[in-house]
Nanobody, 122 residues
Framework: QVQLVESGGGLVQAGGSLRLSCAASGRTFSSYAMGWFRQAPGKEREFVAAISWSGGNRYYANSVKGRFTISRDNAKNTVYLQMNSLKPEDTAVYYC???????????????WGQGTQVTVSS
């Protein structure tokens, strides 16, 4: 099992940047594919980005491609989401997710963090 704790959210102006972090517990972090999702008020949770256990494969939602970068440091049991050129429509609660299967982490991951709020002002 793995427990996930996000950090790094906050308030930023449009065009600015934030980096989210997700710290995972357990000694098998490197066995998990990791992902980020977000949920805006009144909307369903949506996929943002995913990374395979080795970091060799990455996948992004079209809405963030070219602006967001997912990365991981297996030595630190941490996955990151670097968010650049932020837009007001990026405002949401961002959730970290994990699953042993890379294909599954993009859809119905088995583990979730508690979320961190990102607010982008216009």
């Amino acid at each position: 099992q793995v427990q996930l704790v996000e950090s790094g959210g906050g308030l930023v102006q449009a065009g600015g940047s934030l980096r989210l972090s997700c710290a995972a517990s357990g000694r098998t972090f490197s066995s998990y594919a990791m992902g980020w999702f977000r949920q805006a008020p009144g909307k369903e949770r949506e996929f943002v980005a995913a990374i395979s256990w080795s970091g060799g494969n990455r996948y992004y939602a079209n809405s963030v491609k070219g602006r967001f970068t997912i990365s991981r440091d297996n030595a630190k049991n941490t996955v990151y989401l670097q968010m650049n050129s932020l837009k007001p429509e990026d405002t949401a609660v961002y959730y970290c997710a994990a699953d042993v299967a890379y294909a599954v982490v993009r859809t119905v991951p088995g583990y979730w963090g508690q979320g961190t709020q990102v607010t982008v002002s216009s």
